[in-house]
């Protein structure tokens, strides 16, 4: 059997779900086919995604989150992309952690606009404990608005997960950026395996995990590739799976990195839910410079979930009344 005969087989659901692959303990995609999904012919691959799609998901249904920055700025980490990294000079200014008040303002506004889930991202390497201990008052207080809750609080320490879990979290966002390969040209101050540690811990205390990556960052097609093999060869597949398009940011390392191409971005996502046929797939970061075509072409190859409000921590996003037009416009509705 050929590489793209394999990866299209691999993709049966009953096959090779993620408990297969827990028994098996075996990658359930390896590097060479998931390289070949992105070689096949734009048509086939986008028809093979959206088959996979219809399999598991409403093709017409998109889920909408909201992300707030609670604490901004000032993070120890050098992650290349990162405006909010003290070893640069951008505009982001280091700011306190939000109040308790101002956190729930503003997850009752992403409520009424029609998002289903509260995300919630401080700028840290990890949580302090006292740190930890008002962000689980954050959680508790959003999740009694009757919304789906989310942090993005970097590395966790042990026994922080279970904390989370206790506050009612429903998902844990840590992504693994980038491939093992290219990990060191984008950020050196920690390593990929610290951030698959922290996955782990999450998973062990029953949080679902969200987890995806960057595209554009300088990588190549086999970095992509790679990418998306780790995700899905995670122990379990991310119920979450966000696919960020940099946004270079002046004073950061990587603030004139040629952007990638919207095809092959495209192919990405494809790509994505081909490999992990149940998670919802996310247009992150970088949506607000895609022109509708290009994020219809997304829908059409198994994105499925959207950041939905004017900001993504410290960049900008579509605003809210171009979305509800772009969703009137294909006929799409939320979830």
């Given amino acids: ?37 992105f070689d096949l012919p734009f048509m086939d691959l986008v028809f093979r995604a959206q ?42 200014e280091r700011e306190a952690l939000l109040p308790l008040d101002d956190v729930l303002k503003a997850a009752q506004s992403a409520k009424d606009r029609g998002a289903s889930r509260f995300c919630m991202g401080a700028a840290w390497r990890g949580p302090k404990d006292k740190d930890l201990d008002k962000v689980t008052e954050m959680i508790s207080a959003v999740k009694a608005l009757g919304l789906q809750t989310c942090v993005t609080l970097g590395m966790l320490k042990d026994g922080q997960a279970e904390k989370l879990k206790d506050a009612g979290l429903d998902y844990y966002n840590h992504n693994l950026d980038t491939d093992k390969e290219f990990y060191g040209q984008v950020i050196k101050s920690h390593c990929q395996e610290d951030r698959i540690d922290t996955l782990e811990q999450v998973r062990d205390a029953g949080i679902n995990v969200c987890s995806g990556g960057i595209i554009g960052m300088g990588e190549t097609r086999k970095n992509r590739a790679a990418l998306i093999a780790q995700l899905a060869n995670l ?40 490999t992990m046929p149940t998670s919802y797939v996310r247009l992150s970061a970088g949506r607000h410079e895609m022109s509708e075509e290009l994020q219809t072409l997304c829908f059409l190859a198994g994105a499925n979930s959207i950041f939905y409000g004017e900001a993504l921590l410290t960049t900008g996003n579509s605003q ?8 009137a416009k294909l006929g799409l509705k939320p979830v």
């Fill in 51 to 92: 088959q996979v799609h219809r399999e598991n998901f409403d093709p017409n249904a998109i889920q909408r989150s909201t992300l707030l920055s609670v604490k901004t700025g000032g993070c120890s980490e050098d992650c290349g992309y990162c405006s909010q990294s003290a070893r640069y000079s951008t505009d982001v």
């Fill in 1 to 37: 059997m050929n590489a793209v005969a394999a990866a299209v087989s691999t993709t049966s659901p009953a096959a090779n779900s993620a408990s297969a692959h827990a028994a098996t303990d075996k990658p359930v995609w390896s590097l060479e086919q998931v390289q070949a999904l």
């Fill in 235 to 274: 122990p379990k597949a991310p119920e979450s799976v966000p696919i960020n398009n940099l946004v270079p940011i002046p004073g950061t390392p990587l603030a004139n990195v040629n952007p990638v191409d919207g095809i092959e971005f495209v192919r990405t996502i494809a790509a994505a839910r081909i």
């Fill in 320 to 327: 809210a009344d171009q979305d509800d037009a772009m969703f």
